[in-house]
T-cell receptor, first 114, second 117 residues
Framework: SQTIHQWPATLVQPVGSPLSLECTVE??????LYWYRQAAGRGLQLLFY??????ISSEVPQNLSASRPQDRQFILSSKKLLLSDSGFYLC?????????????FGPGTRLTVL | AQKITQTQPGMFVQEKEAVTLDCTYD???????LFWYKQPSSGEMIFLIY??????QNATEGRYSLNFQKARKSANLVISASQLGDSAMYFC??????????????FGKGTMLLVSP
């Protein structure tokens, strides 16, 4: 069966510091991968998605970036965090070429920028 | 205009009763999919149920069913025989079209469901 991991689970960072969040998927090949952000009490906002190694599409211009160095690894980064980057970050995957394209989510990373 | 609208910020239901969570959507695509996810306090988004725009039957998964009314553009989630563990935030989401084997989801703002004993 497929599993998705995210780490760290929680993170407290000062403004202006760098960020690296990691997401890995097991038990599947060539998944579509997604990064979402959820502000407190709000719905999910899609940040990035990837259909293959090195292929990244950005949905929202911001100071965040994403990379996919390996087939089942998706990394969210920032060179300098802003207060507005605080939130709950969720990684998701979906099977490539699925008829429903259901997305399955990881446990999330709670980021607080102070 | 919002693509997914969930008009109920919060809902209360007693244990063992049924509850309906509302969702309306807006799209001009002919091919789309509708999803419901559950988010307990732990934060993980749990997939519950899927309905495709061409599916003629309403989707069901255990105690979850989706009341799909295409003409009204509504996709309400029905939870039968509520349990205390159903207390959570529920999100409706839509996938529009499919591009080369992937698609993106648009989420509503969610409905908080509280189940009381």
């Amino acid at each position: 069966s497929q599993t998705i991991h995210q780490w760290p689970a929680t993170l407290v960072q000062p403004v202006g510091s760098p960020l690296s969040l990691e997401c890995t998927v097991e038990g599947t090949s060539n998944p579509n991968l997604y990064w979402y952000r959820q502000a407190a009490g709000r719905g999910l906002q899609l940040l990035f998605y990837s259909v293959g190694i090195g292929q990244i599409s950005s949905e929202v211009p911001q100071n965040l970036s994403a990379s996919r160095p390996q087939d089942r690894q998706f990394i969210l980064s920032s060179k300098k965090l802003l207060l507005s980057d605080s939130g709950f970050y969720l990684c998701a995957w979906s099977p490539a070429h699925s008829s429903t394209d259901t997305q399955y989510f990881g446990p999330g990373t709670r980021l607080t920028v102070l | 205009a919002q693509k997914i609208t969930q008009t109920q910020p919060g809902m209360f239901v007693q244990e063992k009763e049924a509850v309906t969570l509302d969702c309306t959507y807006d799209t001009s695509d002919q091919s789309y999919g509708l999803f419901w996810y559950k988010q307990p306090s732990s934060g993980e988004m749990i997939f519950l149920i899927y309905q495709g725009s061409y599916d003629e039957q309403n989707a069901t998964e255990g105690r979850y069913s989706l009341n799909f009314q295409k003409a009204r553009k509504s996709a309400n989630l029905v939870i039968s025989a509520s349990q205390l563990g159903d207390s959570a935030m529920y999100f409706c989401a839509m996938r529009e079209g499919m591009n080369s084997g992937y698609s993106t989801l648009t989420f509503g703002k969610g409905t908080m469901l509280l189940v009381s004993p």
